[in-house]
Structures are given as structure tokens and as C-alpha cells.
């Protein structure tokens, strides 16, 4: 595992480069379901070298990444790889945004790395060794109650019934808690659940690789992560709710009301 996580590390630093050399750049920009949905160049540069440095080192495991899908072969292991979460921040320069690397076994979260390059911020797991920002050690918040608590959320990019619900969402919790933001990358939004800067997130319609690495990085910071109306996760159900354990029953009976 010591050499995996170096590895996805590395990938990671690697990735970061990128994104700093063309931040505050001019930067090529592609448009995806929607004119809301964008991917750049940096994307697909940051997804080719993180797969390239992976499979350097495993040849014989599976992928899965926003820009080029899944693998085709077929491996235990599965590398689930969001090259740029926070497009839309990255395109305006707002300097919010993150790679994720996730490494699963048999369905499994085995390691998590979400780097913030611009912040020079790297959250970090290892099944069952705890969670860490660069070389300290985190864990969640200890606010027990929603009216104490920072919350964050994500909105999807369709102007559809998933956003109207969730605003409904947005409202409910605008009154329950201290405060709510959307900061706009949600492999950083777990983190700072992980690291108690923030205390709950929740989302919908989001993909794997939004959340493959910061499920586990909560999840050893002492957190708890689930979809909103199940005991645990499962990253092909289109929801997330995190919070630090204390918080977890109000905000899913908020969900599911």
C-alpha cells in the first residue's frame, strides 16, 4: 500500500503542475451535455499523465476516468481518476479546484488523494491508517447540532428537476444551520468535511470519480458518508451525504422529509 499511495501521489503532483501552468492562461474550452458542462484542455492533459503514471506501475489494473471513460480490461483493481474537479472554478481563475484519485478492490476504497495545487493542500487516506492534509493528521468536526453547524452543497450543471430539488434542499438547510456555501468542487467539499472546516455536505447527481477518493478520506478522518437514505455508500447511486457522525440523523431525516 506505501508504494500505491506514493504513486497516486505522484500522479496527483503531476496533475497539479498542469493546472498551475495554465491557470490565469488562456485555456481551450469544450462543452459537454450542455453549454454549463465544460472540460478544457487541462483535463484531458491532467487524466493522460495521471494514467500514464499509473499504469507505468500497473499495467494490469482497471480505470475509470471522467475524460476517458472505463478501461476495457478487467482487474480486481479499479483506479477512479477526476482529473479537474471544479471545471467551471478552474475556467474563471477562481482559485477552488482539485485532482482525485481513488484506488478501490473489489468495490472497496483502498486509497484516496485529492490535491489542491493553488493551495498546496494534499488530503490523503489509507484504509484503516487515518486521514492526513499534507503530513498532519485530521479528523471531523465535533458540532452536534445542525443551528452550529457549515454545510456545503454542489449544483448540477442541467437546469432540470434535479437542480429545483435541490434548491429545495438549499432552502431547507439555509434555515436549519449556522451556514450554507457552495464552493463548487466536491472532491474539496469531503475533504473539508474530513478536516472539520466544514460539517456536512450533501449532493445529487453526482459520478464516481466526484467522490472516490473523499469518501475514504472521511471515512478515516472519523466521518460518515452515505447516500441519503441508506446505512452506507455506494458511489453508482447519484447522491452523497457526508457529515462528522454527530450531524448525520438531522440531515438525513432533512433528505428524506
Not at 459537454?32 to 492533459?45: A, S
Not at 472521511?218 to 460518515?224: D, R, V, Y
Request: aromatic share 12%.
Amino acid at each position: 500500500m506505501k508504494k500505491m499511495i506514493e504513486i497516486a501521489k505522484k500522479a496527483a503532483l503531476e496533475a497539479g503542475k498542469i493546472h498551475m501552468e495554465f491557470f490565469n492562461h488562456d485555456k481551450e474550452i469544450f462543452f459537454k451535455q450542455n453549454e454549463f458542462d465544460l472540460v478544457t484542455n487541462v483535463d484531458r492533459q491532467s487524466e493522460q499523465v495521471i494514467c500514464s503514471i499509473i499504469k507505468q506501475e500497473y499495467p494490469e489494473h482497471a480505470f475509470l476516468g471522467e475524460e476517458s471513460g472505463a478501461s476495457t480490461n478487467l482487474s480486481e483493481y479499479l483506479w477512479i481518476i477526476d482529473p479537474l474537479d471544479g471545471t467551471t472554478n478552474y475556467t474563471h481563475n477562481f482559485p477552488h479546484f482539485a485532482v482525485s484519485i481513488g484506488l478501490y478492490k473489489s468495490g472497496k476504497p483502498l486509497l484516496g488523494v485529492v490535491l489542491d495545487p493553488f493551495k498546496k493542500e494534499m488530503f490523503w487516506a489509507i484504509k484503516g491508517e487515518g486521514a492526513f492534509l499534507n503530513d498532519k493528521k485530521i479528523s471531523v468536526s465535533n458540532a452536534d447540532c445542525l443551528k452550529k453547524a457549515l454545510l456545503a452543497t454542489g449544483f448540477p450543471y442541467g437546469r432540470d428537476n434535479i437542480l429545483e430539488k435541490n434548491l429545495e434542499y438549499f432552502k431547507k438547510f439555509i434555515y436549519k444551520a449556522q451556514a450554507v456555501r457552495r464552493p463548487g468542487s466536491a472532491a474539496l467539499d469531503l475533504c473539508y468535511v474530513a478536516s472539520g472546516r466544514l460539517d456536512g455536505f450533501w449532493e445529487l447527481n453526482l459520478s464516481p470519480w466526484d467522490v472516490a477518493a473523499g469518501v475514504l478520506i472521511i471515512e478515516e478522518a472519523g466521518g460518515k458518508v452515505t447516500n441519503f437514505n441508506s446505512d452506507k455508500f455506494d458511489y453508482n447511486i447519484k447522491n452523497i451525504l457526508a457529515t462528522n457522525k454527530k450531524i448525520y440523523t438531522e440531515m438525513q431525516e432533512e433528505l428524506n422529509s
